[in-house]
Every structure is written in structure tokens, then in C-alpha cells.
Nanobody, 124 residues
Framework: QVPVVESGGGLVQAGGSLRLSCAPSGRTFSAYDMGWFRQAPGKEREFVAGIFASGGLTSYADSAKGRFTISRDNAKNTVYLQMNSLKPEDTAVYYC?????????????????WGQGTQVTVSS
């Protein structure tokens, strides 16, 4: 059973928007720091955005600042990534991750639970 399920990916034109959603499968993630990562073909998985368990503190990669917003609704056990002003270089598979008992942060090694990813393709 995949511990995290992402949705909301798709094909969008440059300048458009998408909202990704992330929900756990079979567990409650409200106590975990959560993150979004992405991986483009031939590249390493990279940090996009993170949010603390309380939802009060967020962090972003430089590439995402000012365009992407991470949020969470602990009552719905869901994490979101709102992506605006999308660029072709944002094209990647986007992964949601839960830190669990690990430390979170901007490294994939800080996260224990991963989804299978959702494809985001931005056309020029």
C-alpha cells in the first residue's frame, strides 16, 4: 500500500496554474512535517517546498519562491501545492513526502513516506 497519494498533475501551458494534492493512505499525517519534491528526466530529485506539522512555517526552493504555495489542512489530512506562473522548466514528476520520525527539511533523506508521484507538464 502506497503511504501517500498525490493528485492534480496534468498538462498546462506556460503561465498557467495547477494545484497538487497529497493525502496519506492508512495513516494520519497531521503530526508530520511534509514536503514536495520533483524530479525531471535525467536529474536528481529536488526539494520544492516544505511545511511544518503545525502549518505555521514553510520553506521554498528559490525556483518556487513567489510562484508556489504549500499549505495543509490537518482536519482533512491533506497537503496542497498551489503552482502559479508555471514555466516549461517546472516539468517533472512531483512527489509528496511525509517526514514521519525523520527530520524533514530540504533533503529527500529527511522523509520516510513517499507517494508514486504525479506528472506535471508545462508546454511553451
Amino acid at each position: 500500500q502506497v503511504p501517500v497519494v498525490e493528485s492534480g498533475g496534468g498538462l498546462v501551458q506556460a503561465g498557467g496554474s495547477l494545484r497538487l494534492s497529497c493525502a496519506p493512505s492508512g495513516r494520519t499525517f497531521s503530526a508530520y512535517d511534509m514536503g514536495w519534491f520533483r524530479q525531471a528526466p535525467g536529474k536528481e530529485r529536488e526539494f520544492v517546498a516544505g511545511i511544518f506539522a503545525s502549518g505555521g512555517l514553510t520553506s521554498y526552493a528559490d525556483s518556487a519562491k513567489g510562484r508556489f504555495t504549500i499549505s495543509r489542512d490537518n482536519a482533512k489530512n491533506t497537503v496542497y501545492l498551489q503552482m502559479n506562473s508555471l514555466k516549461p522548466e517546472d516539468t517533472a514528476v512531483y512527489y509528496c513526502a511525509g517526514a514521519g520520525s525523520l527530520y524533514g527539511g530540504d533533503s529527500p533523506q529527511g522523509y520516510a513516506y513517499w507517494g508514486q508521484g504525479t506528472q506535471v507538464t508545462v508546454s511553451s
